[in-house]
C-alpha cells in the first residue's frame, strides 16, 4: 500500500458505524451515556476566544454536533461553519455566540464530512464526505443544494479549498490518489492529477496560482492552472502531514504531521524549512494555520488534546491550552479579523459560555 491512514480508533474500540448501530435509536442518537461512553461515538466542542490570551468566549455541545470535525469562518466574520462527522451533519451558526442558522443532516450523501469551506464572497459552503466519496456546494443562508459531484473519482476526498478570487475549487481524494481544480460554479472539471499518495491537503496560493498539496511524508507546489509540479519534499519528518495554509504575502507554508508529531513553516518558493517544532507535546498534530496578519501559527494536536498559539517568525510559544476540554481537536481557524480563534473537538462532551 503506498498510504495508510493513521487509525483514529485503536483494536478494543468499535469503528464508528459499529457505534453509530449501538446508539440509533429511532432515527436518532439516544442520550444514554453508558451506551455512548462504550461505542466510543466521537464527540465535539466549540472554542472561540481572544488570540492573544485564550480567554474563551463559548462553548457548546450537543447531540446534534456530535464528531464536530472541521470549522470555518466565514469571510466576514459573523458565521461559523461546522462539520459533524459522526452525525453526518453540517451547521451554520453564529461565530460570537453560537446560535444556530441551520441544520442539516444527510444519512445517505453526507457520511463522515472532513471539511468545511467558505466560498470568498460568503454565499456558499463547500463540503466534502469521506465516506460517500461526495462534493457538495450549498447555500450558506440555508444549507440548500447548488451542486453535487460523486464517483470514484472523488473515493476518499478530504479537504477542499476555494481559490482567493472564488472562481475555483481544488480538491483531494486519498483513495482516489488525485487532486483535481474545478469550476466553482458549476463544478465542472479543468483538470485533475492522479498517483499521488494519499492526498489530504491542499490550499490556494494568496494569488492563486498556485497549489500546496500534502500527502503522506510529501508536500509539492504545482501551478494552480494546470497541476504542473514547481517542487516536491518527501519525509520521514513529514508522516501524516496535513497542510496548514500560506502566509498571506504568500512567502511561506505551514504544515502540522500527526506522525512525526511535529508542526513546521517552510518556504513556499522550494519547501527549505523555517522552523520545526516536534515531541509529545504536539502529538497527533493535525492541523496548523497562519492569522491573516502573518504574525501567528495556530496549531492542533488531537492526541495531545490541545491548542497553541506560536510566533510565526520562530514557533516561540504564546499560549496552550490542553485537557478534557479539547479532547481530540482536529481543527483549528482564525476569524478574518484576527481577533478569534474556532475549534473543533471529536470527545470533549461539554457546553459551555465563557468570556
Known amino acids: 500500500m503506498p498510504f495508510e491512514f493513521i487509525p483514529l480508533y485503536d483494536d478494543k474500540t468499535v469503528g464508528v458505524d459499529t457505534a453509530r448501530r449501538l446508539c440509533v435509536k429511532d432515527g436518532g ?6 451506551a455512548l461512553q462504550a461505542a466510543k461515538i466521537p464527540r465535539k466542542s466549540f472554542f472561540t476566544g481572544s488570540v492573544y490570551t485564550g480567554t474563551r468566549i463559548w462553548r457548546r455541545s450537543e ?3 456530535d464528531g464536530a470535525r472541521f470549522v470555518d469562518f466565514s469571510p466576514d466574520g459573523k458565521y461559523l461553519a461546522i462539520a459533524c462527522a459522526a452525525r453526518s451533519a453540517v451547521e451554520v451558526v453564529l461565530s460570537m455566540n453560537g446560535t444556530r442558522l441551520w441544520h442539516r443532516r ?10 468545511v469551506c467558505f466560498s470568498p464572497d460568503g454565499r456558499y459552503v463547500a463540503i466534502t464526505a469521506f465516506e460517500t466519496d461526495i462534493l457538495e456546494l450549498v447555500s450558506a443562508i440555508d444549507g440548500t443544494r447548488i451542486w453535487k459531484k460523486e464517483g470514484i473519482d472523488f473515493d476518499g476526498i478530504h479537504y477542499v479549498a476555494f481559490s482567493p478570487d472564488g472562481k475555483y475549487i481544488a480538491v483531494v481524494s486519498a483513495w482516489a490518489g488525485s487532486v483535481e481544480v474545478m469550476v466553482a460554479k458549476t463544478g465542472e472539471r479543468i ?6 499518495e494519499g492526498p489530504i491537503g491542499v490550499t490556494f496560493s494568496p494569488d492563486g496560482k498556485y497549489l500546496a498539496v500534502a500527502s503522506n511524508y510529501i508536500i509539492e507546489l504545482m501551478l494552480a492552472k494546470d497541476g504542473t509540479r514547481i517542487w516536491r519534499t518527501r519525509s520521514v519528518e513529514l508522516a501524516g502531514i496535513r497542510i496548514g495554509n500560506f502566509s498571506p504575502d504568500g512567502r511561506y507554508l505551514t504544515t502540522a504531521s500527526s506522525g512525526a508529531c ?7 518558493r522550494d519547501g527549505t524549512r523555517v522552523w520545526r517544532r516536534s515531541g509529545e507535546e504536539w502529538s497527533g498534530c493535525c492541523f496548523s494555520i497562519f492569522s491573516l496578519d502573518g504574525k501567528y501559527v495556530a496549531v492542533a494536536s488531537h492526541l495531545a488534546d ?12 504564546i499560549w496552550r491550552k490542553s485537557g478534557a476540554d479539547f ?8 476569524s478574518p479579523d484576527g481577533k478569534y480563534l474556532a475549534t473543533a473537538s471529536f470527545l470533549a462532551d461539554a457546553a459551555e459560555v465563557m468570556i
Open 63 to 65: 447531540i446534534d454536533l
Open 191 to 196: 483538470w485533475r492529477k492522479t498517483e499521488l
Open 106 to 115: 444527510d444519512l445517505v450523501d453526507w457520511k463522515d464530512p472532513r471539511c
Open 306 to 317: 490541545a491548542i497553541e498559539l506560536m510566533l510565526a517568525e520562530d514557533g516561540k510559544r
Open 327 to 334: 479532547d481530540s481537536v482536529h481543527c483549528i481557524s482564525f
Open 29 to 34: 442518537i439516544t442520550e444514554d451515556k453508558i
Open 262 to 268: 511535529a508542526v513546521e513553516v517552510m518556504l513556499a
